[in-house]
């Protein structure tokens, strides 16, 4: 059965430092991942997904499939990036695919 | 811009009442989703709805219906709210397979 699991509930840094949030699954079949990020009083919405292989608001999370891993991360922590983060996998059933969520993961950037 | 919206942000309703959440969405979106969002569980899926009148169950389905008339309006049906049911309700849409899904605000749920 497919999971995603997101080990920390708060992951609390400092402004500038370094950011990982963790994100790791289990899927037979070929994975497709996605980020999702919730800022305060505002609706879920995407981050990125690693086949864009882009970098969005200084985040980037690369697909490892030997560790079965699709950290976040990003260089220099900002007060804005306080969010609550959701690593999440698509999954192919009979109507289509859906997506898998894992349990998320606060962040919060200190000043 | 796509739009998702939800009939109501908060909504208290007793044990054993009939309970309706709207969703619609103005892009012609042919998929769309209920979930349920709660701390420390993440998000849910409950009901998926590929087509007008066509649905597939989710992961928690136990408790919940749905009902889809129409392309842009998903309801989500609580035929009797009982009170492990007090959760925040996401509704998303999105164009199709491999598209990436559009969340509604969100409908927080207290049953009583």
């Known amino acids: 059965a497919q999971r995603v699991t997101q080990p920390e509930k708060l992951l609390s840094v400092f402004k500038g430092a370094p950011v990982e949030l963790k994100c790791n699954y289990s899927?037979?079949?070929?994975?497709?991942l996605f980020w999702y990020v919730q800022y305060s009083r505002q609706r879920l919405q995407l981050l990125l997904r690693?086949?864009s292989r882009e970098s969005i608001k200084g985040f980037t999370a690369d697909l490892n499939k030997g560790e079965t891993s699709f950290h976040l991360k990003k260089p220099f922590a900002q007060e804005e990036d306080s969010a609550m983060y959701y690593c999440?996998?698509?999954?192919?059933?009979?109507?289509?695919?859906?997506?898998?969520f894992g349990t998320g993961t606060q962040l919060k950037v200190e000043l | 811009d796509v739009k998702v919206t939800q009939s109501s942000r908060y909504l208290v309703k007793r044990t054993g009442e009939k309970v309706f959440l709207e969703c619609v969405q103005d892009?012609?979106?042919?998929?769309m989703f209920w979930y349920r969002q709660d701390p420390g569980l993440g998000l849910r899926l409950i009901y998926f709805?590929?087509?007008?009148?066509?649905?597939e169950k989710g992961d928690i389905p136990e408790g919940y219906s749905v009902s889809r008339e129409k392309k842009e309006r998903f309801s989500l049906i609580l035929e009797s709210a009982s009170t492990n049911q007090t959760s925040m309700y996401l509704c998303?849409?999105?164009?199709?397979?491999?598209?990436?899904?559009?969340f509604g605000p969100g409908t927080r749920l207290t049953v009583t």
């Open positions: 998303a849409s999105r164009p199709g397979l491999g598209y990436v899904q559009y």
């Open positions: 892009m012609d979106h042919e998929n």
């Open positions: 709805s590929y087509d007008v009148k066509m649905k």
């Open positions: 899927y037979s079949g070929s994975p497709e």
């Open positions: 999440a996998l698509s999954r192919i059933t009979g109507g289509g695919n859906k997506l898998t």
């Open positions: 690693h086949i």
